[in-house]
């Protein structure tokens, strides 16, 4: 069974980086740089304000980059280390089959351990944390959504992760931004209404 969801994995990985045309290398790199998301933080900020109010925007906009701190840090300094499964793009079998985005006439693997990604557990930790401060804004909850699984496909076709890697970066993120909102920064936001 193992073998089979491991097989599944590698073919939808090769499905969707097989899909590549120069105008989608563009576009799924821009959407992989973490410089992209500064667009997105403001139109959140913009809507928390209009929603609530200056300073509870504020004290999210801050707690969100807390939530993505924290989502970061235990995907890349202890799941990665601790689980340590190579990117598909360190595999040698499959580094020929793969199509990579290439920077400086140098290809971007990304780094040695893939599982779980940080882009989606941290996209997904911050989606988890605002949900219930958006939830009324159903459009922008929508495109939010539509955003997060977007990089990462992202992720999938420019080679350097796996879709499992994606899958569970996207389960971690969501239960780390219940819990961050739940247990400390939610309980934190009451006590200063």
């Excluded at 403001?42 to 004290?59: D, E, G, P, Q, S």
């Excluded at 969100?64 to 235990?74: A, H, M, P, R, Y």
């Excluded at 929508?142 to 999938?156: C, E, K, N, P, Q």
Aim: glycine residues 6%.
């Amino acid at each position: 069974m193992i073998e089979l969801l491991l097989n599944c994995d590698k073919q939808l990985l090769l499905f969707i980086n097989g899909i590549h045309m120069p105008w989608l290398d563009e576009f799924m790199w821009a959407l992989s740089s973490k410089w992209i998301n500064f667009p997105l933080a403001c139109i959140l900020f913009l809507m928390l304000y209009k929603t609530l109010n200056w300073k509870k925007a504020i004290f999210l906009l801050f707690t969100s980059l807390l939530v993505v701190g924290f989502s970061d840090l235990i995907t890349s300094q202890l799941i990665k280390d601790l689980i340590q499964r190579p990117r598909p793009s360190h595999e040698i079998i499959l580094q020929s089959k793969l199509h990579f985005y290439y920077i400086s006439n140098q290809p971007y693997l990304g780094g040695q351990y893939g599982f779980v990604s940080s882009h989606a557990a941290n996209l997904a930790a911050v989606f988890m944390y605002l949900f219930i401060y958006l939830r009324n804004n159903k459009c922008l909850l929508f495109g939010f959504m539509t955003y997060v699984l977007f990089v990462g496909i992202s992720r999938i076709y420019l080679g350097v992760h796996y879709p499992s890697d994606i899958l569970g970066g996207f389960i971690f993120g969501l239960a780390m931004g219940w819990a961050l909102r739940k247990f400390v920064f939610g309980k934190l936001l009451l006590k200063w209404e």
